[in-house]
């Protein structure tokens, strides 16, 4: 039971263009929402988060919107540049609790 | 600088073989845990462990064991492995309350 899904599994843009990746969840226990980044041969690298206190939060490229209503985030990268290109990875977590819930992730391809 | 450090990266090894994967940080965490990926289905936690001494399974913990002896080290154990227990596995630090976990790079095992 997948509680946190990716549904595109990859997407291509080109180089200074938006790229929007989504992400949503069933649990509505969840408060707390990641975006990770992955290299091949890599770990996962934290990218941004936001609280369900908030809709969205902003770090230099990157945006997270989240709608609680709809249990949609989404991560917005403007202007997208060739090393974006990774797989990137949602997280959730509930409330209280430690452990993260990953969706299956999307391959970021930014095309030069 | 911050460290989440797993070994092996790589182990090809046979049904039936104990082995034991290694994680160490430096961060002074108390919290960490062990994930899987596999292809389709993103990471999922296999065990964690709040503090030493204190561990607690995850979703999919059978045939997996842990140990946590002291703060920075938190094996990963494999009794007795298995096919489809070939994966790529990660260690991950920290996460507590609304501050992101970090991860190392990874250890891919085949188990013939």
């Known amino acids: 039971d997948q509680q946190v899904k990716q549904n595109s599994p990859s997407l291509s843009v080109q180089e200074g263009r938006i790229s929007i990746l989504n992400c949503d969840y069933t649990?509505?226990?969840?408060?707390?929402f990641l975006w990770y980044k992955k290299y091949p041969a890599e770990g996962p690298t934290f990218l941004i988060s936001i609280s369900s206190i908030k809709d969205k939060n902003e770090d230099g490229r990157f945006t997270v919107f989240l709608n609680k209503s709809a249990k949609h985030l989404s991560l917005h990268i403007v202007p997208s540049q060739p090393g974006d290109s990774a797989v990137y990875f949602c997280?959730?977590?509930?409330?209280?609790?430690?452990?993260?819930?990953f969706g299956t992730g999307t391959r970021l391809t930014v095309i030069p | 600088e911050a460290q989440v450090t797993q070994n092996p990266r790589y182990l090809i090894t046979v049904t039936g073989k104990k082995l034991t994967v290694t994680c160490s940080q430096n961060m002074n965490h108390e919290y960490m845990s062990w994930y899987r990926q596999d292809p389709g289905l993103g990471l999922r936690q296999i065990y964690y462990s709040m503090n030493v001494e204190v561990t607690d399974k995850g979703d999919v913990p059978e045939g997996y064991k842990v140990s946590r002896k002291e703060k920075r080290n938190f094996p990963l154990i494999l009794e007795s492995p298995s096919p489809n227990q070939t994966s790529l596995y990660f260690c991950g630090v920290g996460g507590y309350s609304n501050q992101p976990q970090h991860f190392g790079d990874g250890t891919r095992l085949s188990i013939l």
């Open positions: 997280a959730a977590r509930k409330t209280g609790a430690n452990n993260l819930f």
């Open positions: 649990n509505s226990m969840f408060d707390y």
